[in-house]
């Protein structure tokens, strides 16, 4: 039985198949960025890089947590 991923990790798959990259190359970029609010690099991601904004959120979401875990 394998455990259905919850979250903004679920959005992950599909993510990598629209943009061709690894979730790793997104949060490398975060980094470039970290010291934004949520929001600002959210539209970052949406702007400069082109995501859609359920995918720009879930990554920045996760990345935030992941910084403050």
């Given at each position: ?17 629209k943009?061709g990259?690894?979730v790793?190359?997104w949060?490398?970029?975060l980094d470039q960025?970290?010291d934004l609010?949520h ?10 890089h082109?995501?859609?904004?359920g995918?720009?959120n879930?990554?920045v ?8 875990g």
């Open positions: 039985m394998t455990e259905r991923v919850m979250g903004p990790a679920s959005y992950f798959p599909s993510i990598e198949k943009y990259f690894p790793q190359h949060f490398d970029l960025v970290k609010k929001m600002e690099q959210v539209a970052w991601l949406k702007t400069e082109g995501l859609g904004h995918h720009a879930a990554l979401g996760y990345y935030r947590a992941k910084l403050a």
